[in-house]
């Protein structure tokens, strides 16, 4: 029995240090939302991106870079100050992360959709309305 209590203490750690890794990848990526700092928003983003915004009629796949600079254009023109985190959800290897982005006249929904890799996670989806 007691080599049995030890695999299940070695299985209970790991799933716990693996919920630390996404919950401090999601609150740096959160951070970096808050303050509009998107010179650290770049490296979250994956090689190519679905991005929904407002502003673009359907959905456009573009690359990290494009999928930076639309999102800051989006902020700038809508005059984002701020973010609200709603929820972040581990599913297998995705998270989803569920917010409020916050202007003086109204609040856009957004959802980030984060993809697991050996580097990390990666947003492979934006969707703002």
Do not use: C, H
């Not at 701020?82 to 982005?101: I, M, P, Q, W």
Request: glycine share 4%; no cysteine; hydrophobic share 45%.
């Amino acid at each position: 029995m007691q080599p049995f209590r030890k695999i299940i203490l070695l299985l209970v750690l790991f799933v716990a240090s693996t919920q630390v890794k996404a919950q401090n990848e999601t609150e740096a990526l959160v951070q970096n939302l808050q303050t509009a700092n998107f010179n650290n928003l770049l490296s979250f983003w994956d090689t190519q991106v679905e991005v929904s915004l407002p502003d673009i009629a359907g959905q456009r796949q573009v690359n990290a870079r494009e999928a930076n600079d639309l999102l800051r254009a989006f902020f700038n023109r809508k005059s984002i100050f701020g973010f609200e985190k709603s929820a972040a959800r581990k599913v297998g290897n995705t998270l989803y992360l569920t917010g409020k982005l916050l202007s003086s006249n109204t609040k856009f929904n957004i959802t980030l959709l984060l993809q697991e890799s050996k580097n990390g996670y990666a947003i492979i989806s934006l969707r703002v309305n």
